[in-house]
């Protein structure tokens, strides 16, 4: 089977991408976007003589977004196959900050317009195959973590521009890119929902709710199973070790704090997932 999971930068989506393969006995391929830069050009070539793309690039200049769907497909269907011969899953774990158009433009794939470029492309991908292609595709999985720590993290790193749409970043801009995101694929993509708090607090509970009437075996993995799985990312946790971590008060400046207060799409947010709005309480409603 092929499940993918989905999550704004600074939600716990490393740790949760590394519980769900090692629960579902996947092989994790980690921050995909099939359309980014085949190379950073601030790293010097190196040795690597597989990488036939990475070293065109490096002395041309950047291939088509036709010809990196056609190296996408290609690449997809090595890894199937390979699956198979292992009898293990793919866990797909897009780069949801980039593949997900969290602004009001207008972008479109083959004609259609889109929520996620990633899933545009993956479900091309499974029209492209026969009707005998017997690797099921299962509806996505979406991780989110209360809007108010995520916020405060994504802002140190100065990652909240995709999510406020090119308007002022502030917390209400950015739980509307947050909301656009659930929205779209709980409605559009009938994605199941995991909260990154649940996660820490019980995780048996947790993935016997995410995979309540989905048709995949799984575990509950040890910390050991969890480590065993390498994931890029990783922006804050350095521990490898699962809990929920207290909110620093030195984050809240007054700003911050009055934000919460007047925001709606943060109340939405909240409201939506059960979040407590309350920036000095409990992340989780009682």
């Not at 499974?126 to 209360?146: C, M």
């Not at 890119?177 to 019980?202: F, T």
């Not at 699962?242 to 809240?252: G, K």
Request: charged share 25%.
């Amino acid at each position: 089977m092929l499940l993918t999971i989905h999550h704004g930068c600074c939600t716990g989506g490393s740790i949760i991408s590394q519980i769900l393969a090692s629960a579902t006995n996947s092989i994790l391929i980690s921050e995909i976007n099939p359309y980014h830069n085949i190379r950073d050009h601030r790293i010097k070539p190196f040795h690597d003589p597989t990488a036939i793309l990475w070293h065109l690039v490096y002395n041309s200049r950047e291939i088509s977004y036709t010809h990196k769907l056609k190296y996408f497909l290609c690449q997809l269907s090595i890894a199937v196959e390979h699956a198979k011969e292992l009898n293990k899953n793919l866990l797909l774990r897009d780069h949801t900050h980039s593949t997900f158009n969290f602004s009001e433009k207008d972008i479109f794939f083959m004609k259609k317009k889109l929520g996620s470029s990633f899933l545009e492309t993956l479900r091309f991908f499974y029209e492209s195959k026969n009707k005998g292609f017997n690797f099921k595709l299962i509806k996505p999985i979406i991780s989110v973590r209360h809007p108010l720590d995520s916020y405060i993290a994504a802002r140190k790193k100065r990652w909240l521009l995709p999510y406020c749409g090119g308007e002022e970043i502030n917390l209400d801009n950015y739980c509307k890119g947050l909301l656009k995101l659930q929205k779209y694929m709980e409605k559009e993509e009938s994605a199941k929902v995991i909260r990154y708090e649940d996660i820490c607090l019980n995780l048996s509970d947790c993935l016997k709710e995410t995979f309540l009437n989905i048709d995949i075996d799984y575990k509950i993995p040890s910390i050991d199973d969890i480590n065993l799985i390498k994931v890029t990312g990783k922006s804050g946790r350095k521990s490898e070790n699962i809990s929920l971590r207290q909110r620093s008060t030195d984050d809240l400046d007054i700003e911050l704090k009055n934000q919460t207060e007047i925001s709606n799409y943060y109340k939405q947010y909240c409201q939506l997932n059960n979040y407590n709005p309350n920036c000095n309480s409990h992340q989780i409603s009682k």
